[in-house]
């Protein structure tokens, strides 16, 4: 038996619609997934939670609840980002404690953690204190391609993962570089180590059309989940549909629990939801051997190449796209290989541009870059490039830092005396990770819920669509014993 | 019984058909009909002439217009005298005179500062770096202003070499 796990709430918006999912739409899909059978769904993670309360003027924490009360029969599961929690900054152990118990008052079942270095002594206090309040916990590991990314490196996260008593390892795939056979041998290495007690859950984006082939294997593996979206959120740079997913489990004979007129509900209403909004719906990407080698040299992730884009464009040098990239490969190795992913994958592509545009190596380098070379984020995957050490902390007071030093730190009643009073918990640590500003902005402009919003039938939404139309003589349509004829004014 | 008859009234039409029924309505909006039959489904659709449509204003949210990229307008180039050296951005980014806000700038005219002193620090997709003195002088002047979205190589403060 197979577990699925939604993301339609999370991965799909966050991969494809730029987080810009309002929780209006959310609540509109709540009656299909709770009914679908999942066996959990991720409603949240930072990016969901800042672009909320800066963009979307919704508030995070009412979001939170109308889901769990419109899911009352769902295990709702939240992402966490490493030591910066639901912010930028790396926070202390206090403030991990008290985020995990609004989280678990607001209806969180289950965290699952990573850290972009793969570097677990971050995170190694999130397991603990997620278990004392009662809380679920998966260890999320990220795949990527590189010489220090091998089996035995998974295998040593996964044992440290266990000695921390999780309750699942994530094998994570944020840019979907897992091929069929990569997959195969990197979760029978993983399960040598899970022997059965510690279940394995299995995420894999579609980015270089891999995610099925990969989730083809991880379901021989007999992998506990799999990871999917609702069709309009899934494919293109998101995970692979639940749909499509679940025709493979059938395929290869493993039993999986879902609702599948409930699914098509649900892909039916966000369709809709997609069209409403403006957003775009992705497709299944067809694999090119071409663009997969390339693309392993730097693994920038797609959201940040728009960005990429435009600066190089201002400088007048987009035509050197190609050699930004090929720096940022090298970059990317002098660093010692870290995870692509938030702040990472910003490290990497920065310094090339700066190389490249500067026509000298490491001339400018970003402050965080030196934080990094100093350790501040933790142990680099593999050790840095040592010339390459040098000229990043050339004159600088080269002091490592002891990432491990803001783990004990109170900053929590300062914070109170400063800013406070807050009216909550939840409040406050709103006002931690996005500032005055942000908060008040949103206690001004806060959409406002009044249940869940009701949603037209297609044929009076088709029509009402139709009304606003100003091209429109005659209007007629037959499907089945459907017959509709307007003539407009 | 009812609610099955529901289901198989709602399937008569998804909201994936009136999606795609309404993007073949606005995509062939400049034909003068649309005749479409694919396996049960017919549609016919007639449109007003050009002329009709044209003394009406376009109807808000129906075709907008492309969004015009957001682009920093180019501060005139102060003028920089020979024996001036300029400190330019070194990349499209927003440019701050204040290690954070509410503290004192880095530097202000008339200051004396050393080569590879801070001048003010630049935000390049989040990420802060340092702007340095590429020589030792005083501040003549500080064309940048604080926050402002700055181009690859505006200059952003002057330095006259000591």
Known sequence: MVGFVDESLRDGPQSLWATRMKTATMLGATEWINRAGFRKVCVTSAAAFETAVRFLRDDPWERLRLLKAYLPDTTIDVLMRSRNLFGW????????????????????????????????????????????????????????????????HYVARARELIGY???????????????????????????TVTQGRVAIEFIAHECMGLSHESHRE??????????????PLANG?????????????????????????????????????AFKEGKPVAERVAFDSERYRKFIGHQIPGGMMSNFRNQLSEVGMLHRLDEVLEEAARVRAELGYPIMVTPFSQFVGVQATFNVIQGE????????????????????????DPDILDKILVGRRAE?????????????????????????????????????????????????????????PPLRALIEELARENTLQTFKLEKGSLKLSLRFA | MSSLMQREMSYALTYKDVVDILR??????????????????????????????????????????PAVAEKPERAPEPTIGLDVVAVRAPMLGTFYRAPAPGEPPYVEVGDIVEEGDTVGLIDVMKLFTQITAPVSGRVVEIPAENGALVEYGQPLVLIEPL
């Open chain 1, 89 to 152: 900054a790396r926070y202390p152990d206090e403030v991990v404690e008290l985020l995990f118990q609004c989280l678990q008052r607001a209806g969180t079942d289950w965290l699952k953690v990573f850290d972009g270095l793969n570097c677990l002594s971050n995170i190694a206090a999130h397991f603990r204190i997620a278990r004392a309040l009662g809380l679920k916990t998966s260890g999320m590991l990220s795949y990527s391609v590189s010489p220090v990314h091998t089996d035995e």
């Open chain 1, 165 to 191: 008593g999780v309750d699942s390892i994530t094998l994570a795939d944020p840019a979907g570089l897992l091929t069929g056979p990569r997959a195969r041998t990197l979760l029978a290495a993983l399960k």
């Open chain 1, 218 to 231: 991880a379901l021989l593996a007999g992998v506990d989940t799999v990871a999917t979206a609702s069709e």
């Open chain 1, 237 to 273: 740079e998101s995970v692979p549909s639940t749909l499509d997913i679940l025709a493979i489990a059938r395929e290869l004979g493993v039993p999986a629990d879902l609702d599948e007129e409930a699914l098509r509900r649900l892909d039916d209403y966000f369709h809709w939801a």
């Open chain 1, 361 to 384: 190596r490491y001339k400018t380098i970003p402050e965080e870059l030196c934080l990094y070379a100093l350790g501040h984020y933790g142990q680099p995957c593999a050790p840095m």
């Open chain 1, 400 to 456: 490592a830092v002891d990432s491990e030093a803001v783990f004990a730190e109170r900053v929590l009643d300062d914070f109170r005396r400063e800013k406070g009073p807050f009216r909550s918990d939840e409040e406050l640590l709103l006002h931690l990770f996005y500032g005055r500003d942000h908060v008040e902005a949103l206690a001004r402009h806060k959409s406002a819920f009044n249940g869940r919003p009701s949603l037209a």
């Open chain 2, 24 to 65: 073949l309505v606005r995509e062939s909006a400049h034909c003068q009909s649309f005749e479409l039959q694919l396996g049960d489904l017919k549609l016919s659709i007639t449109y007003r002439c050009a002329s009709d449509a044209a003394n009406e204003a376009p109807r808000a949210g129906l075709i907008a217009p």
